[in-house]
């Protein structure tokens, strides 16, 4: 059965700890996955999108790294506004191009 | 501004009664989404369209009914045989192709009274 795991379901951090963030998946064939970031009450917003492993990619202080595996979102000195619930989507193979499998996903707390 | 719009942000039902949550988008995205959120746990598809007047159930679509009579809407309406309706609606849209990312719109939070 297809699967995606985040760990940990919660981090706190102080302002400018860097830390990750892992999502872990088992699917019969790997067509995508997406990252996505989550503030309260609001819909996710759209941040990555890695195809194949060893990929990277980066956006401001946030950097996704994808294996065979897992992926990694890698966040380095995070200020407060960074503070959300990060979101890993993944799309199989198995699923057809309409399926996304979601992780639970993250809350990150950011304090000053 | 090109976007998706969901409406109404809060929704309260009385139990035995059927709600209709609005879905639009201006983005010219043939492919739309209803997912189900719930504390803990990951988005759960509802239903899924890929073109006009075409639908397909997802992994939870009991008690709940869709249309797409345009390229720009996609209602959904939970019907009272959903049991457990109170939840977080996520709409969502993309591009044809089969590697694009899936944009969301802001939510509707239905709460069964």
């Known amino acids: 059965e297809d699967q995606v795991t985040q760990s940990p379901e919660a981090l706190r951090l102080q302002e400018g700890e860097s830390s990750s963030l892992n999502c872990s998946y088992t699917?019969?064939?790997?067509?995508?996955l997406f990252w996505y970031r989550q503030d309260p009450g609001k819909g996710p917003e759209f941040l990555f999108t890695?195809?194949?492993a060893g990929e990277e990619k980066e956006k401001e202080r946030l950097k996704a790294t994808l294996t065979k595996k897992e992926s990694f979102l890698h966040i380095t000195a995070p200020k407060p506004e960074d503070s959300a619930t990060y979101l890993c989507?993944?799309?199989?193979?198995?699923?057809?191009?309409?399926?996304?499998?979601f992780g639970a996903g993250t809350r990150l707390a950011v304090h000053p | 501004d090109g976007g998706i719009t969901q409406s109404p942000k809060y929704l309260f039902r009385k139990e035995g009664q059927n709600v209709t949550l609005s879905c639009e988008q201006n983005?010219?995205?043939?492919?739309m989404y209803w997912y189900r959120q719930d504390p803990g746990q990951g988005l759960r598809l509802i239903y899924y369209?890929?073109?006009?007047?075409?639908?397909q159930k997802g992994d939870i679509a009991e008690g709940y009914s869709v249309s797409r009579e345009k390229k720009e809407s996609f209602p959904l309406t939970v019907t009272s045989a959903q049991k457990n309706p109170t939840a977080f609606y996520l709409c969502?849209?993309?591009?044809?192709?089969?590697?694009?990312?899936?944009?969301f719109g802001p939510g509707t939070r239905l709460t069964v009274l």
């Open positions: 369209s890929q073109i006009v007047n075409d639908f």
């Open positions: 983005l010219n995205h043939d492919a």
């Open positions: 989507a993944v799309q199989a193979a198995s699923g057809g191009y309409n399926k996304l499998i």
């Open positions: 969502a849209s993309r591009t044809s192709g089969a590697y694009n990312e899936q944009f």
């Open positions: 890695l195809y194949s």
């Open positions: 699917v019969s064939g790997l067509r995508g």
